[in-house]
């Protein structure tokens, strides 16, 4: 088995069961990250917090995290346990008045679109940019949405159901002259692709950490630009979100400055750490590297799908377009006699992961799976 980082081959014992494409779901936790869970659940069990530095480590999770999308630092990062949540914070936080625009895609996964939706009951305009027939989304067609009563363009950076990845930039320059936000769902981009706040000029961003990132669900981020987090009110407010917060008795309703204003309470510590864990792999690997071999990987299984008469929908002409992702279709004459459901049924069967999606097949190889595995996918496929 050919393993470009043998060094962390033992940190994926699912190597050894399962044949795994579904980063873009739910992956699995890395070995790191498993361990920090065991040794949070052996700490809490038997000293209960005691002489424990579960806080620093979470801390450094937060740095970690911004270094991962290149934040200035910890300041700018919140915890969230999803990505709703996250998004949540924009479209709750900002003040929206009727008449005023947020655009999205028609397309969205529902957690980047149901936040939006709900401001429709203050008069909030919501703008959808179609797909294309082809899975791309035109970056000039949301450009020429933005006008001057956009608030907020919100986007995914990665498309669950296309594997599609969208140029952030223009879009970010066109609703920063409008004097509106750009607003990112990352969830399928964070770990595996490079993600630059700054270069990209991303306002706000929400990402969970149970695909890419290799760590449990429950356990994600929320980035706001340091000069924005005054701007968010807090969907909640508690205790932790405060100015001198460990203070309990000298009541100051005050929130912090930074992105702990968005915390409202105890964090969940045990989800935290592991993600710390995982983020400390991923950016030992590096996010280049990563995605170099992710790269590679999908296009030799377009090119052995292609092979087999199976249709790859996923926008792959471009290099910049190209994500983890591969979506593709049953060869014209097996349409009629095989559902994409009872294939990945036979699949898992074999110890090979692949799901389906808007009634297409997907899968989503990491950095740790091997050409060996990609060629035992294509080999497993029933022949156009």
Not at 218 to 229: D, N, P, V
Not at 246 to 264: K, L, S, T
Request: hydrophobic fraction near 40%; aromatic fraction near 10%; glycine fraction near 10%.
């Amino acid at each position: 088995m050919n393993q470009p980082f043998p060094e962390f081959a033992g940190d994926f014992p699912i190597l050894r069961k399962l044949d795994f494409f579904n980063h873009a779901g739910v992956g699995p936790i890395s070995g790191p990250a498993a361990q920090a869970i065991r040794d949070y659940a052996e700490q809490a069990q038997s000293e209960a917090y005691v002489g424990a530095d579960w806080y620093r480590r979470a801390n450094q999770t937060k740095k970690l995290a911004a270094q991962l999308i290149n934040a200035k630092g910890g300041h700018e990062i919140a915890f969230v346990p999803n990505t709703s949540t996250g998004l949540s914070l924009v479209a709750k936080g900002l003040t929206f008045h009727p008449g005023d625009r947020v655009i999205i895609t028609n397309v969205e996964y529902p957690a980047n679109r149901y936040p939006w939706e709900d401001l429709k009951r203050l008069g909030v305009e919501l703008f959808e940019v179609p797909q294309s027939a082809d899975g791309r989304i035109d970056v000039e067609q949301v450009c020429d949405a933005i006008n001057d009563r956009t608030r907020v363009v919100s986007l995914s950076h990665v498309q669950y159901a296309s594997g599609f990845r969208i140029d952030l930039k223009p879009i970010s320059d066109m609703v920063h002259r409008a004097g509106g936000y750009l607003c990112v769902d990352a969830i399928q981009s964070c770990g595996v692709l490079p993600v630059d706040v700054e270069a990209m000029g991303i306002d706000f961003l929400s990402a969970d950490g149970h695909k890419w990132m290799l760590a449990p669900e429950g356990a994600g981020i929320f980035y706001c630009r340091e000069a924005l987090c005054p701007l968010l009110h807090p969907n909640v407010v508690g205790w932790m979100n405060m100015v001198d917060a460990g203070n309990y008795g000298d009541y100051q309703f005050r929130f912090q400055d930074d992105a702990r204003r968005f915390e409202p309470g105890s964090w969940n510590i045990p989800g935290i750490v592991a993600l710390g864990a995982s983020l400390e792999l991923l950016l030992g690997v590096g996010v280049e590297g990563i995605w170099s071999r992710v790269e590679g990987l999908t296009h030799q299984l377009c090119e052995g799908l292609e092979a087999k008469g199976y249709s790859v929908f996923t926008p792959r002409a471009l290099p910049e377009e190209r994500s983890g992702i591969v979506i593709f279709d049953l060869p014209q004459r097996l349409r009629d006699a095989l559902d994409p459901r009872q294939l990945v049924a036979e699949l898992q069967k074999q110890g090979i992961v692949i799901v389906v999606r808007e009634g297409r097949l997907r899968a989503s190889p990491h950095f740790y799976n091997t050409p060996a595995q990609i060629d035992r996918l294509i080999d497993a496929l029933p022949a156009g």
